[in-house]
């Protein structure tokens, strides 16, 4: 098996089929709506909060709300009433099957339920599958988060509508460092093995750091691609503005990081300062058209034309170019 990453992959252009960039087409169907961009940002408290979800959702971008801290029927009520998606994450313990129970109770339902912890090629994650299925049968499902194309067979078999692949990767993530574990390093990679078996859409997880990152996940396979740091440094991140030397920087922590659990218990994230770099707006804006830009490099006009072109990967012992026979 070839190991690669974001860093050490390019595509390689094909025959331009278009005029213009604007005539790409950068939207993606996922679930039971269609979406401007295959990005969404991470579920985690210092990425998105209630505005910018209901911003996103209503600028006909994909969102999941993070869990923490949150009242998920009440979130999910304030998005019903104002017409939009519903998009949530779940934890698998007593407090999230009761969230559950409501959300079917109160008639609020759920569109999209995203199932994240750690290690979620778990029985927990299976129960907590049918769980949902059973009582909100309508909600598509994400689950996760995994790393092997076994892991992706299982949640798929167990019911979900999605997974979610990466472990490790992300930029404030220290699990490579505290367990050994991982695809950290090798995520593009990680996700070209589990895109063979997956019968499902996949999101690739974490290590998202230049928008051409993104082509290169749905070339190997993401239906949708979830970026944390990228997102973090906005004027309307919710994490707290901090001023250093005269420079205006968010706070950026992992959820598994003691900044957002409170304790000093399991601690697989850290906390890092992202720079402020404008409105989120532009950032996606910006991100749009170089989507559009990487489509017609591959001499498409939508984003599965990506799936289709050859690629070289730089240095080491995997170097060479992959063409498609
Ligand atoms: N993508 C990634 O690489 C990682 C992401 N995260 C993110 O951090 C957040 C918190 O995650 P998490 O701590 O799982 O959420 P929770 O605190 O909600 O824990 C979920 C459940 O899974 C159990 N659990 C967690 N890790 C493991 C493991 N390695 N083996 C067996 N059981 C486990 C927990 O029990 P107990 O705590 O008692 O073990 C708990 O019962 C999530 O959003 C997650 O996506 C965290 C780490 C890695
Ligand atoms: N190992 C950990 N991973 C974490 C933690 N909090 C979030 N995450 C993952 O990172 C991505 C975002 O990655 P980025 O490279 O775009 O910044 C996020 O979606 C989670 O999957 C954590 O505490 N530990």
Redesign the pocket.
């Known amino acids: 098996m070839d190991i690669f990453d974001y860093d050490n992959v390019l595509l390689l252009p094909r025959r331009c089929r278009v005029e213009s960039r604007a005539e790409c087409d950068a939207s993606v169907a996922f679930g039971p709506h269609r979406f401007k961009l295959p990005v969404v940002p991470a ?2 408290k210092t990425v998105i909060d209630e505005r910018i979800a209901a911003w996103m959702a209503r600028e006909g971008y994909f969102y999941v709300m ?2 923490f801290d949150l009242d998920n029927v009440a979130f999910a009520r304030a998005m019903r009433e104002q017409g939009l998606i519903v998009s949530i ?1 779940s ?3 007593e407090a999230d099957r009761a969230a559950i129970d409501r959300l079917a109770a109160d008639g609020v339902g759920a569109d999209y339920i995203t199932i ?4 979620g090629h ?1 029985d ?1 994650v299976q129960r907590m599958i049918g769980y949902i299925k059973e009582r909100l049968p309508q909600a598509f499902v994400i689950a ?2 995994v790393g092997t194309p076994e892991a992706v067979i299982d949640l798929e078999n167990w019911g979900a509508d999605a997974t979610k692949v ?5 930029k404030v ?1 220290i ?1 490579r460092l505290k367990t050994g574990f ?1 695809t950290g390093g090798w995520q593009l990679s990680a996700l070209k093995w589990c895109a063979r078996v997956a019968t499902k859409p996949i999101i690739a ?2 290590g998202i750091r230049h928008h051409g990152d993104i082509a290169k996940s749905v070339r190997f396979g993401a239906a949708m691609v979830m970026v944390g740091s990228l997102f973090a440094g906005h004027e309307e991140s919710p994490g707290r503005t901090v001023e250093v030397d005269g420079q205006l920087f968010k706070e950026y922590y ?3 990081s003691d900044f ?2 409170g304790e000093y218990k ?1 601690v ?2 850290k906390r890092i300062l992202e720079p402020v770099k404008g409105k989120l707006a532009d950032t996606l804006r910006e991100m749009r058209e170089d989507v559009q830009s990487s489509i017609s490099y591959a001499g498409g006009r939508e984003l599965r034309d990506l799936r289709k072109v050859n690629y070289v990967i730089l240095g080491g012992e995997n170097a060479g170019e992959h063409l498609l026979m």
Do not use: F, L, Y
């Open positions: 579920n985690m993070h869990r994450s934890g698998v313990k994240d912890i750690a290690h778990a927990s996760g988060n990466g472990i490790g990767p992300g993530c699990t991982g997880d974490g992992g959820s598994a957002n659990k399991h697989e994230g």
